[in-house]
Nanobody
Framework: QVRFVETGGGLEQPGGSLRLSCAAS??????????LAWYRRPPGKQRELVAR???????TYADSVKGRFTISRDNGKNTVSLQMRSLKPEDTAVYYC?????????WGQGTQVTVSS
């Protein structure tokens, strides 16, 4: 059973930074996916796309995080990362990684990011 496992969340003050990591578990690795993405679900809202990255390293970002977040992948280490800088309270959410487009069978537990003073 394929699942993505997210780590690295926590409580951070506005303006701070966090780095999230994601690994693929089950009979697969990150290298088997063409495009991977980070998503988030803010409190009381629907899940939204934050950033995605192709196998070749091409990236796309939501307007709300452009210039502040950086997505990267290391196929050899089976890791997709999201470096988040200049965090804002509106970045508070549960963050998930998945294929792009997402596969409903692959969702993991996510990792909570809370930005608050």
């Amino acid at each position: 059973q394929v699942r993505f496992v997210e780590t690295g969340g926590g409580l951070e003050q506005p303006g701070g930074s966090l780095r999230l990591s994601c690994a693929a578990s089950g009979r697969t690795t990150i290298s088997n996916f063409n495009t991977l993405a980070w998503y988030r679900r803010p409190p009381g809202k629907q899940r939204e796309l934050v950033a995605r990255i192709t196998k070749g390293g091409g990236t796309t970002y939501a307007d709300s995080v452009k210039g502040r977040f950086t997505i990267s992948r290391d196929n050899g280490k089976n890791t997709v990362s999201l470096q988040m800088r200049s965090l804002k309270p509106e970045d508070t959410a549960v963050y998930y990684c998945n294929n792009f487009p997402s596969n409903s069978d692959y969702w993991g537990q996510g990792t909570q990011v809370t930005v608050s003073s």
